[in-house]
């Protein structure tokens, strides 16, 4: 399984970009790298996921090396409804052993 | 529409009382989980059903069982309730066909208190 690490915290301003980066140097050949956001009091939702290269939705970016061991986030133009924390997720082939990272505190101030 | 609905959303139980946490979805998605959250840390996998009459060990199954009832219920049982399962417990499911990971959708979760 692949161990995941990532920054306990992030602090940034409004309109600026956030880059938040994870860690996997296990991450296997049929797994996916997906980032989850929690607010207080509620259950993570889904951001956006990739396996490989770039990724863009219209609300984040997701970049992956051709070697896959990390992944960074990235968060265009952030504002204060952007604080909460982030989860990256390596999703392998059998359900049942989905990790979550311990997550990054993102913190904006206006 | 309601997504995932869990029930109840608050519990205080004694230690050694027992009781079933329930979750149900409307979106007509094949799998199912339950998560542990713990102050301040990420989510744990309990157990996981990728289809009903299926269900599957996740990395902290102890002291739990579940049973997928239908499609659309996947409930969650402590049977003997201990101060070390005091968390919140959220629901989550996905359309996942098996054969690519699909985006897992979560309930409000139920906080749990064990005296």
């Known amino acids: 399984l692949a161990k995941i690490t990532q920054p306990i915290s992030m602090d940034s301003y409004e309109g600026q970009e956030v880059n938040i980066t994870c860690s996997h140097n296990?991450?296997?050949?049929?797994?996916?790298i997906t980032w989850y956001q929690q607010f207080p009091s509620q259950g993570p939702r889904f951001i956006i996921q990739?396996?490989?290269t770039k990724v863009t939705n219209e609300v984040a970016s997701l970049f992956i090396p051709a070697d896959r061991k990390s992944s960074t986030l990235s968060l265009p133009r952030v504002s204060l409804s952007d604080t909460a924390v982030y989860y990256c997720?390596?999703?392998?082939?059998?359900?049942?052993?989905?990790?979550f990272g311990s997550g990054t505190r993102l913190s904006i101030r206006p | 529409n309601a997504g995932v609905t869990q029930t109840p959303k608050f519990q205080v139980l004694k230690t050694g009382q027992s009781m079933t946490l329930q979750c149900a979805q409307d979106?007509?998605?094949?799998?199912m989980y339950w998560y542990r959250q713990d102050p301040g840390m990420g989510l744990r996998l309990i157990y996981y059903?990728?289809?009903?009459?299926?269900?599957d060990k996740g990395e902290v199954p102890n002291g739990y069982n579940v049973s997928r009832l239908n499609k659309r219920e996947f409930s969650l049982r402590l049977e003997s309730a201990a101060p070390s399962q005091t968390s919140v417990y959220f629901c989550?499911?996905?359309?996942?066909?098996?054969?690519?990971?699909?985006?897992?959708?979560f309930g409000p979760g139920t906080r749990l208190t064990v005296l």
């Open positions: 989550a499911s996905s359309p996942r066909d098996g054969e690519s990971y699909n985006e897992q959708f």
């Open positions: 296990n991450i296997a050949t049929n797994d996916y």
């Open positions: 990739g396996y490989k």
């Open positions: 997720l390596v999703v392998p082939w059998s359900a049942s052993k989905i990790i």
């Open positions: 979106m007509n998605h094949n799998s």
């Open positions: 059903s990728a289809s009903e009459g299926t269900t």
